[in-house]
């Protein structure tokens, strides 16, 4: 008996190990070209290959819930960000704005009530829509999972998960309260404690698990995303942990990275839930000290540096994906300074918060995002580092520096000044160049000589930025 061979089998065979190698090539070369840390030095984001500082700044914190946001919608606002030089913005997974906003769930409009079995079309539409736009423009999303002002006060009214909301489960059922009068940082909606290692709530995390699931199946196809657990919560440990193991759980099974982590509630960045995330590199790949943005001048650069040197081993990005300057943070006169702070600081990202707790889109802060992008095409803000000890006679909060020494330098000053710069150790000459941040053009260069303590001061009390080049 002779065996003859199967030519099908072979062929089969052969067909399936080129399939499976040409998957894997383009499963890599996604992975490849993904948002994450920058594999030169991980203190920095890297995009589609090339390292990328972000700055940014926006009307809304839920963007993808604001089609139709002023003046000319979403798509104006988003070509606005990135005509001023933005490549970076927050989006919370939030519907707290009532009139504008969608929820996640299906809602029946005759009883009124939500199905948390059953999605929302137009909500996850949005936020698909949102995905697509940002990718379009290749600014970065950093998304945010839970929004704890949608579960109290006026929202919480609203909200899918309130019982008297639903046909799924009653207030008996399910330990939550219908009612929340109090501010979420009271912690006074149970729905913060549903988990196995807390209250162990089999009948909610279900409908938990199946929202942050889908939050993470509509965006997972894309390369520009970043995710945050929380907007500023002050909830236990073992809530976040959850949250953040549950994503890189559905990125590990999809067989790609995913960058994660959480923002703490408390604005001193040596509190000991910020800990949480400074101590757990292996969890959250990357930090946000956002919170810090509430502290003004020269506070704020000193808790940064503390911060940077905290999360050095290993280094990680760090984030502000909202800069306050509004009610908080000092008022919009203040609020315009801190993207100096933090980019001279050496942060990877920098966003202005909404208007209300921030300024927002302006004509304001479209210029100073100009101004930084017209700077960091300057400098090589990659290889700087922070520095401000060779600024003499300097006070608090007069002017920012970093520096590639005896290379580059470069300066900020909020509001006018006066110092001298050490370039006491340094040869040769610098080409000085002044930027009048606010029109976002660039003074007529000079020359100044090495070997000497260099007088800065700028022309007027308007914000200034300053780069000395080396001239070779």
């Not at 929202?155 to 009612?179: C, D, I, M, Q, V």
């Not at 580059?408 to 000044?417: D, S, T």
Request: hydrophobic fraction near 35%; include cysteine; glycine fraction near 8%.
């Amino acid at each position: 008996m002779i065996l003859k061979r199967n030519p099908f089998r072979t062929l089969g065979l052969t067909a399936l190990l080129t399939l499976g190698l040409g998957s894997l090539a383009v499963a890599n070369e996604r992975e490849a070209q993904r948002v994450q840390p920058w594999n030169e030095d991980p203190r920095y984001w890297q995009y589609r290959g090339e390292p990328v500082i972000l700055i940014g700044a926006s009307d809304q914190d839920n963007l993808f819930n604001h089609p139709n946001i002023p003046p000319h919608g979403l798509s104006a606002h988003l070509d606005r960000i990135q005509n001023a030089g933005g490549n970076y913005v927050r989006n919370t997974m939030s519907s707290r704005d009532l009139e504008e906003n969608v929820w996640p769930f299906y809602r029946n409009e005759v009883t009124g009530l939500y199905d948390l079995e059953q999605f929302s079309e137009e909500y996850w539409d949005r936020f698909k829509n949102f995905l697509e736009m940002t990718a379009e423009r290749d600014i970065i999303v950093q998304i945010e999972v839970w929004d704890r002002f949608d579960f109290a006060r006026e929202p919480w009214n609203h909200n899918p998960f309130n019982p008297k909301n639903n046909r799924n489960y009653t207030a008996n059922e399910s330990g939550l309260p219908e009612s929340i009068s109090s501010h979420p940082g009271q912690r006074e909606n149970t729905f913060f404690q549903t988990l196995p290692e807390l209250e162990d709530n089999e009948l909610l995390v279900p409908y938990q698990e199946a929202l942050v699931r889908k939050v993470f199946d509509v965006s997972a196809g894309y390369g520009h995303v970043l995710y945050c657990i929380s907007n500023e919560t002050n909830d236990s440990e073992e809530w976040s942990a959850y949250w953040a193991d549950l994503l890189r759980g559905e990125a590990e099974s999809r067989g790609h990275g995913i960058e994660v982590t959480e923002m703490w509630d408390p604005w001193q960045l040596d509190h000991p839930m910020h800990e949480r995330t400074f101590d757990r590199p292996d969890r959250y790949s990357f930090v946000d000290v956002s919170q810090n943005t509430h502290q003004v001048g020269q506070k704020q650069w000193d808790n940064l540096q503390w911060a940077r040197e905290r999360v050095a081993d290993p280094p990680r990005p760090v984030n502000n994906v909202k800069m306050y300057g509004g009610v908080h943070g000092g008022g919009p006169e203040e609020g315009q300074h801190k993207l100096w702070r933090n980019i001279l600081g050496g942060t990877a990202t920098a966003r202005y918060h909404r208007p209300g707790g921030g300024i927002g889109l302006n004509e304001v802060t479209q210029a100073h995002l100009k101004s930084m992008r017209r700077l960091l095409q300057a400098v090589d803000m990659l290889a700087a580092e922070p520095n401000i000890d060779l600024l003499h006679n300097r006070e608090d909060d007069e002017v920012y520096m970093a520096r590639i020494p005896g290379e580059q330098y470069a300066l900020y000053f909020p509001v006018g000044g006066s110092v001298e710069l050490n370039l006491e150790e340094v040869d040769g000459s610098f080409e000085l160049r002044w930027l009048r941040v606010l029109e976002a053009e660039w003074e007529e260069p000079s020359v100044v000589d090495a070997g000497q303590r260099v007088a800065l001061a700028p022309p007027d009390d308007d914000p200034w930025a300053a780069v000395l080049m080396r001239q070779d």
